[in-house]
């Protein structure tokens, strides 16, 4: 709605005389095109009228700074128009008047008469041009404001076939339009949602207290009615009146993803859209970019979204759309549920209160007040990430998928479900590379049925899950690492006594466990792929007999000289542990593959028994 300031009668003869020195009134609008009218004005209804507002549609149409964005021509019945308003300044018959026209091409091809009654009036504008009943023609609102500071506003509804006008707003007793409200606290919504618009003001009553007051469409005039539509349970007006399709592009970019979002509003919504959102955490993005004067934000935990800014003449109207949703992330792709809202009144405010709503309180309202859709969005990891688990969720993907019409036929499902069955029986018969294969099959299959039987949709959930699968499948990686614990190492010898061992205390500790000739004693040996033990996703144990010359034996099978871990092959950190002494861990990650490593620890030795701190960091 446009903002209008309040001011006495003396400041209005100042901006009068003001207005007719400016060269450019507003976009569009000369100093000379602004005398034409007046100059008209004056012939047709005398020296007494003077022009307060003039407005340029072609100019005004999307340009914010003209009427807050409220400009619009939708039937363009309006093309090439100027629309104006002007009031009587000084009563010559019975009270104040006033006018508003159609002024193209040169000449007033239209204008009201003197029927707007301005008795009390101290200015006068054009407020908003839209279709509020869902006629096929456009209204002209106009807003005429009264009171020593101007704190009271009543407009005027004309309705334009691109012919002639017509007036279709009530008046009162005294022949004043009948719709009032405190000045710049007029609405347009649909608060029924059946794409007639209600007008809502406020409005002080008999009781001295301002509230809400509705004035509705009785199919003939805008007034106020009895009985007039009544909002949602929840005090929200319906945003849910639209019918949308979304496509997700999903492309890789180095190590991340990029997420592009193709929103589409069908000719049969009844509302402009003006936020969507997708029920995926909205942590971890990066580089997103938004359409025009949208804005990007989130929920904490639950949604990731796009707002059009309120006054801004820059949603997505019905057989339109809009490519610019767009953001990166390491996420990989899941199937999340869209949500499509209409523009229908600032989500602020509840039906005749303005109240403070948390986020999540206002994410549970969206969730229920919007149209919903089925799309491609990022999503957290599993953690534990578990391979046969993960082939489950692909499964489920290509199910949904088929379900959704992202692939084609029944056939092509079938083909991938069979994939993901095989390298499931061949993680489970610990044949690694048989799995592997399968995977690597699905993605070569899916590049060529990406021209024909997929989606871009169903695309990226199976190409981007399963080479991260495929590349994260955990297997038999060995290392095999030397050495030296402080307490028992002889510096003349250069090598650890067996004192454990040949006294008996290890036997009588591990009982018929096979203990190396050499054993010096048990360590535990770990490896993560972070630092930092807290922020580790994987982290996996061996136990290993530790022997007199620092090398290992594997604890549960004493002809191996290293250990097993199963574990993606990658870089890790190394840990060694021993009951008492200090744990030692590299400084730098060390690459890990299906291969034996040979890691020698030959500079630093732990210290006597304490507390194992895990920020301990030692130099290998």
């Not at 379900?403 to 993680?427: E, V």
């Not at 021993?578 to 590299?586: D, Q």
Request: proline content about 4%.
């Amino acid at each position: 709605m446009r903002t209008v300031c309040k001011i006495t009668p003396f400041i209005i003869i100042i901006l009068s005389i003001e207005i007719h020195a400016q060269v450019n009134i507003s976009p569009g609008v000369s100093h000379p095109d602004w005398n034409a009218i007046q100059s008209q004005v004056t012939s047709l209804f005398g020296a007494t009228y003077l022009v307060s507002d003039v407005v340029n549609v072609d100019s005004a149409v999307g340009n914010r700074v003209v009427a807050d964005g409220a400009i619009t021509n939708p039937y363009n019945t309006l093309s090439a128009c100027y629309i104006f308003v002007a009031r009587e300044t000084i009563e010559e018959t019975s009270g104040l008047h006033g006018v508003m026209g159609v002024y193209r091409t040169g000449t007033i091809i239209w204008n009201s008469g003197a029927s707007i009654n301005s008795t009390s009036n101290i200015g006068s504008s054009i407020t908003a041009t839209r279709d509020l009943n869902n006629d096929g023609k456009v209204e002209i609102i106009t807003s005429w404001f009264e009171g020593a500071r101007g704190d009271v506003e009543r407009i005027w509804v004309f309705t334009w076939d691109g012919l002639s006008g017509s007036l279709i707003n009530a008046v009162d007793a005294q022949n004043e339009s009948a719709l009032v409200s405190t000045t710049s606290s007029f609405e347009y919504v649909d608060i029924d949602g059946n794409n007639i618009f209600e007008i809502t003001g406020l409005w002080n009553e008999s009781t001295g207290e301002e509230k809400k007051i509705i004035y509705s469409w009785n199919g003939t005039q805008y007034g106020k009615w009895a009985n007039p539509p009544q909002p949602l349970p929840s005090g929200f007006y319906p945003r849910d009146k639209v019918d949308a399709t979304v496509k997700a592009l999903v492309t890789k970019i180095s190590s991340t993803l990029s997420y592009h979002y193709d929103l589409q509003s069908k000719s049969s919504s009844k509302q402009k859209i003006n936020e969507f959102m997708l029920e995926t955490p909205p942590d971890l993005i990066t580089n997103n970019r938004s359409p025009n004067e949208w804005r990007i934000g989130g929920v904490p935990g639950k949604a990731l979204g796009w707002l059009g800014l309120f006054g801004f003449d820059n949603f997505i109207n019905p057989g339109n759309g809009d490519t610019s949703f767009c953001f990166e992330t390491n996420r990989l792709p899941a199937i999340v549920t869209g949500l499509v809202r209409g523009d229908n009144g600032s989500w602020i405010e509840i039906f005749g209160d303005t109240v403070d709503y948390t986020l999540d309180q206002w994410f549970d309202e969206a969730k229920s007040n919007s149209f919903k859709v089925m799309t491609v969005g990022p999503s957290t990891l599993p953690n534990p990430f578990i391979s046969s688990n993960f082939l489950d969720t692909l499964t489920s993907y290509t199910t949904q998928s088929r379900t959704l019409g992202w692939i084609k036929d029944q056939a092509t499902a079938n083909k991938y479900i069979g994939y993901f069955a095989s390298a499931k029986t061949s993680l489970q018969q610990n044949n690694i590379d048989s799995a592997r294969i399968k995977l690597q099959q699905v993605v070569n299959d899916v590049n060529i049925d990406s021209t024909s039987n997929i989606t871009i949709e169903a695309y990226a959930l199976l190409k981007y899950n399963t080479e991260y699968l495929r590349d994260h499948l955990e297997t038999s990686l060995s290392l095999s690492i030397k050495v030296f614990l402080q307490g028992p190492y002889n510096p003349s010898t250069g090598r650890m006594n067996t004192t454990l061992k040949t006294t008996g205390i290890l036997a009588a500790h591990f009982g018929s466990i096979p203990i190396p000739a050499e054993a010096v004693d048990s360590i535990n040996i770990e490896i993560r792929d972070s630092a930092s033990a807290a922020q580790a996703t994987v982290r996996k144990y061996a136990a290993a007999w530790l022997l007199a010359d620092g090398t290992i034996k594997c604890f549960s099978d004493t002809t191996k000289s290293y250990v097993e871990f199963d574990a993606p092959i990658g870089s890790y950190y190394i840990v060694v542990r021993h009951r008492n002494h200090l744990a030692i861990m590299s400084a730098v990650k060390v690459l890990l593959q299906p291969l034996e490593q040979d890691l020698i620890l030959p500079q630093r030795k732990s210290k006597p028994m304490e507390q194992i701190p895990e920020r301990t960091h030692w130099k290998l």
